[in-house]
């Protein structure tokens, strides 16, 4: 028991909740204590020395005395490796059956008694020992992993491993998931393990909701993304190198994963971010695209008490000339808390509700969570228990239901790692169209069950059906929440085939960007928090998850008028821009801070709807390339050192970069530009990069630059398109591409490519591939000439 858990076990202990939280806590030790056998005597193993190779499509298999290691280059460049005789599949990060071997990669003899796999991309070499080093085509090293070693249990049964590698001593590493110390993550140990904090955190705690086993390593020798495919229970330990350490010799970087069990493999794609993005999504999936309106300004509450309510908060928004896009209800609005019901009482008329919303330009979504609640009378319930041989819920070693304390009460979990149980639940969504809704929020999918103290998840001794083959909540738990946005996706998908669906979701695994987005959980109200907010995004969006976002405001205590409109701006920028109230009795929209808030916000409010022909564009680039909307500033430029240290501004697209005040009191901050020219699109200030400038943030705005040559899609005055164009520097060009919205069906994106260039002193805009004139009105923004300094 650490701090927290003490905490939250005092304030649960003597009520109602909390005796069953403790009950249930106790419940789940007891459960794993007599399902699970403690750790007793291992043999440890390495691979040994080499013995043979066999060439096989794409590479082949290397046999060594005591295992053998499978080396693969597929289509697209990534390679696949994997010991003990694991394949690629079966995979929740891959859909369907994974790519093809490359045939034109195979398996040769290296030097020193080693094999090797050269691709277009990529050489593999494995070593006498088992090394597996990554090089460029011009042999220059990104990686080296070094002999695994496995712990085996004597009297038989699976073992748990260790794999440590090795990276250039000048390499950042990135990613894992959202992780709220990031971006850069520096040296310590990253827990995989999907965790509700049990409250607000900020940028010390780990783990959270959304961990994955995928880390991007920047260096000089070049970019690439990591994935360990398991989704046991694991820790990854990371420490940064230092060149010239020792003598003048380097000290690599190194990573060490550790893993409970499950298999050992690994997929690397490598080369340019851009390129490594694509790689990933094209391995793990397309991102989902969502509706045009979720893109727009959002809103949430913990508590809004009832339809009268809801209809104030809208009305405050449309009396102050304020747009809003959507509004969340939470759980508060459920009957008794349960899943797919409505309080009557406080809701009686939601769909009617729904629909005027609707006309007003707003749509509703509702959140939804896992937990039913184990009871006769409940319908949920009653027809989970229905489906399959054994019913659709999670049970225990002996067959009896796993149970765990939720806000419903006492409830069972749908096992949403098997088909029937996912079609099931898909199905259930048709009660949340029929009430209105127009999306969902799946929420406390980590699995969360409360406890009183230690884990708050389920015995790890439960079981699940791991589409057929069977096994425990160690495997299954982090895969949860993706194999529950896939029931809710494919579900609103059958239910609406004509509509994009919109789900985001609070936990997930690699590969959950398939069905829809995330948000930032309960970060802490603060300005750590705040910077907390950023890092997620930007970790989040290099583990292929483009749509993100932090609760506006963060969750706790009211936050002060500045950081609530520092935080505000902040989010007008990030895909997911939805301010949030934590506390029933809070009210958090712009106007409850004052009138100078309520106009800097207001501003801002029109910024995005302004930017949202942008923000549409970016979301089908997403989809199409894999790029996540927000980039680190070193996106172009990953050889620049200063660059990939910089972890307070980001790249929206590549148009803009935007430099978030995250310090109590700043008026004015420091931003390092990457190369080229930069208009502060405020005053139209230029400045040239690369290097570092100081730029003004009023309270008003925060600094928003923009490439010279950009061509940006905007919202015109009259609510059409309009190209808003930065221009080049003499002697430069420029240009952007836009998607044009065509609604929230599936109608195929239609990429416009524009160039500019100045031209006798006036900037030119040409469609390409199109001698005619552009379309639409174009809006020249900043002078050409020599920067100020």
């Not at 106790?26 to 399902?35: G, H, L, S």
């Not at 172009?636 to 660059?643: E, Q, T, V």
Request: hydrophobic fraction near 35%; charge should be neutral; proline fraction near 9%.
């Amino acid at each position: 028991m650490d701090g927290r858990d003490l905490v939250r076990s005092v304030k649960m202990v003597g009520s109602v909740r909390g005796m069953r939280a403790v009950r249930s806590a106790w419940r789940r030790r007891r459960a794993d204590a007599r399902a699970l056998a403690p750790r007793r005597a291992e043999r440890a193993r390495v691979p040994g020395l080499l013995i043979s190779a066999e060439p096989g499509p794409g590479g082949g298999v290397v046999r060594f005395a005591r295992s053998q290691l499978l080396v693969r280059v597929a289509v697209g460049g990534a390679v696949f490796w994997s010991w003990d005789g694991a394949g690629p599949l079966p995979s929740y990060a891959l859909p369907g059956g994974g790519p093809e071997p490359d045939p034109r990669a195979c398996l040769e003899p290296d030097a020193n008694g080693g094999w090797k796999v050269v691709s277009e991309r990529l050489t593999v070499v494995v070593s006498r020992h088992g090394a597996v080093e990554l090089r460029t085509p011009g042999g220059v090293l990104l990686r080296r992993e070094l002999p695994p070693r496995w712990w085996e249990p004597v009297e038989g049964g699976g073992a748990r491993w260790v794999q440590r590698s090795e990276v250039p001593a000048d390499a950042r590493f990135f990613g894992l998931g959202g992780r709220a110390g990031g971006p850069r993550l520096r040296e310590g140990t990253y827990r995989l393990w999907n965790t509700d904090p049990g409250g607000r955190f900020g940028p010390g705690d780990d783990p959270l909701y959304v961990t994955m086993p995928v880390q991007v390593v920047v260096s000089d020798a070049g970019t690439h993304l990591a994935f360990q495919d398991n989704s046991w229970s694991g820790a990854v330990t990371l420490q940064e190198g230092e060149e010239g350490a020792g003598s003048g010799h380097d000290r690599p970087g190194t990573c060490e994963v550790r893993m409970d069990g499950g298999p050992l493999r690994c997929w690397v794609v490598a080369g340019t971010p851009a390129r490594v993005l694509q790689g990933w999504t094209a391995l793990t999936g397309a991102p989902a695209l969502p509706p045009s309106w979720a893109l727009g300004p959002q809103h949430a509450r913990w508590g809004f008490g009832g339809e009268q309510e809801v209809r104030r908060v809208v009305a405050g928004y449309r009396e102050r000339g304020l747009p809003l896009s959507v509004l969340h209800l939470d759980v508060d609005h459920h009957d008794a808390h349960q899943v797919f019901t409505v309080d009557r009482e406080r809701f009686p008329g939601l769909p009617r509700l729904a629909k005027e919303l609707r006309e007003d330009g707003v749509r509703l979504v509702s959140v939804v969570g896992p937990a039913v609640r184990a009871s006769a009378g409940t319908a949920v319930f009653g027809s989970g228990m229905e489906v399959g041989s054994q019913g659709a819920f999670v049970r225990d070693p002996e067959g009896a239901l796993v149970l765990g304390e939720v806000w419903p009460g006492e409830c069972a979990y749908p096992d949403f790692t098997d088909p029937l149980v996912r079609e099931w639940w898909g199905a259930l969504y048709e009660e949340r169209l029929g009430q209105g809704f127009a999306g969902v929020g799946h929420d406390m999918n980590e699995p969360v069950a409360f406890s009183a103290f230690g884990d708050p998840s389920l015995p790890r001794s439960s079981r699940h059906s791991l589409e057929g083959r069977g096994g425990d909540h160690r495997e299954a738990h982090n895969v949860y929440a993706l194999a529950m946005a896939r029931a809710g996706y494919e579900g609103l998908r059958r239910l609406r085939p004509d509509e994009r669906p919109f789900l985001f979701s609070r936990s997930g695994w690699a590969g959950m960007q398939r069905y829809g987005g995330t948000w930032s959980g309960d970060v802490a109200t603060g300005w750590p928090g705040l910077r907390a907010s950023l890092s997620l995004v930007l970790g989040l969006g290099l583990c292929g998850v483009p749509y993100s976002g932090p609760d506006v405001g963060g969750s706790g205590g009211p936050p002060s008028p500045e950081l609530y409109l520092r935080w505000f701006q902040l989010g007008s920028y990030l895909p997911l821009f939805r301010t949030h109230t934590a506390i029933g009795a809070e009210r958090r929209e712009p106007w409850e801070f004052g009138p100078e808030v309520l106009g800097h916000a207001g501003r801002a409010l029109e910024e995005r709807q302004r930017m949202h022909p942008y923000f549409v564009t970016l979301s089908q680039l997403a989809r199409l390339t894999g790029a996540p909307y927000v980039r680190p500033v070193w996106w172009g430029a990953p050889g620049d050192r200063g660059l990939r240290d910089c972890e307070d501004a980001f790249l929206l697209g590549d148009a803009l970069l935007v430099a978030p005040v995250l310090e109590e009191g700043a008026d004015r901050r420091p931003v390092r530009l990457p190369r080229g020219r930069w208009y502060d699109t405020a005053t139209g200030r230029a400045y040239e990069g690369p290097g570092q400038v100081v730029v003004e943030a009023p309270l008003s705005r925060i600094p928003v630059l923009a490439r010279a040559g950009a061509v940006i899609p905007v919202r015109g005055p009259d609510g059409g398109l309009e190209l808003e164009v930065w221009a080049p520097a003499a002697g430069r060009t420029g240009g952007g591409l836009v998607v044009r919205d065509a609604g929230d069906g599936w109608a195929a994106a239609e990429v416009e490519r524009y160039t500019s260039r100045l031209e006798a002193g006036r900037v030119v805009v040409e469609r390409n591939g199109d001698e005619g004139p552009v379309s639409c009105p174009v809006r020249v923004r900043g002078l050409p000439g020599p920067p100020q300094p």
